[in-house]
């Protein structure tokens, strides 16, 4: 996440609607990655969410004929938010779906909305198990489904012990499920021998395996021994297409906990720490793709920032009483798949 600053030079948040200084109402322009202060008359207004429910603080411009903006016209579904408890777990599902959108625009991904594009556009149905007891977050077609109660703490502390995971955060759901959403878009269209999809079948193995045997089995007998030489969790062990999601949800972890590091002036320089050093294997891509040992060395340095940033962050959490705030170990195989999930948002930017 970027730094933001008022018009007054106080500092601003992703999710601020008021300068605590000046006082002047304040949101977040997607179109030009920037936050601005509303002024009466001015050429920006507030999306109707953050005006009639306060859970939104994206802004569009005056004279559009639209109400809602770019992250909201996404929504296919809400909750019933005649019920205080559902306005607020849907304030908290709006501010993680920001924060992965934030994060996509910023890599040069177009996200047309369903509406625009009902072949390759995004669209969200947020459902409560309270209405809907069959509910389960997912992603089908271009829509990805999040269930509400995952916005409650207790909830969803309890699922993350049954299932024996490091972490599991509302933004943790939504970088997941876009991967499913962005390969559908880019990679299962794809001719069986195109580059692409041999790249991928080399780093991720092959996708066409059962999907539903592949997680019976993995819910029914857990991960393989020593799973973590190759994924980044025991999840990504369980199907080619959930090593894929996992890998890429924590891609997107870096993107933004690296700018946000660098932006707020925490660097690896500033550090007394001795720089993470992977093996130069650690950051090459499959052989089937184009080489290129200067992007290589680009995404390592990058990777190698972030692991001494990560290390800094979990010794404050420490400090504070509390577990580590990053409880991943990146191996040389994971470092690979992070490499070829680089490539694939460098290569679909503003396409």
């Given amino acids: 996440m970027q730094r933001f600053t008022c018009d007054c030079d106080n500092v601003l948040f992703f999710n601020s609607s008021k300068c605590l200084k000046c006082g002047g109402k304040v949101g977040y322009d997607p179109a030009r990655g920037a936050m601005f202060r509303l002024d009466p008359g001015g050429p920006m207004k507030l999306c109707d969410n953050g005006i009639k429910h306060g859970v939104c603080n994206w802004l569009l411009s005056a004279d559009d004929k639209e109400t809602l903006c770019q992250a909201c016209r996404m929504n296919r579904t809400i909750p019933d938010l005649r019920t205080g408890r559902n306005l607020t777990l849907w304030g908290r599902m709006e501010m993680a779906k920001r924060r992965l959108l934030y994060t996509l625009l910023r890599l040069g991904i177009a996200l047309p909305s369903k509406i625009e594009s009902p072949t390759s556009g995004l669209a969200f149905d947020i459902i409560s198990t309270v209405s809907n007891p069959n509910v389960t977050t997912g992603h ?56 692409q999809r041999l790249a991928f079948r080399e780093r991720f193995g092959e996708e066409w395996l059962d999907y539903a045997t592949a997680l019976s089995t993995h819910y029914e007998c857990g991960a393989p021994s020593g799973w973590e030489r190759n ?70 340095a990058w990777l190698q920032r972030w692991m001494c940033l990560s290390t800094v962050l979990n010794e404050i959490s420490h400090s504070l009483g509390e577990q580590a705030l990053y409880p991943f170990v990146i191996s040389v195989r994971v470092a690979q798949k992070l490499r070829l999930a680089h490539h694939f948002a460098t290569s679909w930017a503003s396409t």
């Avoid at 876009?178 to 880019?186: E, F, G, I, K, P």
């Fill in 231 to 300: 994924f980044i969790t025991a999840y990504a062990a369980s199907h080619p297409w959930e090593d894929w999601a996992e890998t890429w949800a924590h891609y997107l972890q870096i993107v933004d906990g690296l700018e946000t590091c660098e932006s707020l002036g925490i660097q690896v320089k500033h550090l007394a720490l001795p720089l993470v050093m992977l093996p130069g294997e650690a950051g090459t891509l499959p052989s089937v793709l184009p080489q290129s040992g200067t992007a290589d060395g680009e995404f390592l």
């Fill in 140 to 195: 089908l077609n271009g829509v990805i489904t999040v269930n509400l109660e995952e916005a409650d703490d207790t909830y969803r502390q309890i699922n993350r012990q049954q299932l024996g995971e490091n972490s599991r955060t509302l933004l943790g759901h939504f970088r997941h499920e876009s991967a499913h959403y962005l390969w559908q878009r880019y990679l299962s269209e794809l001719p069986w021998d195109h580059s």
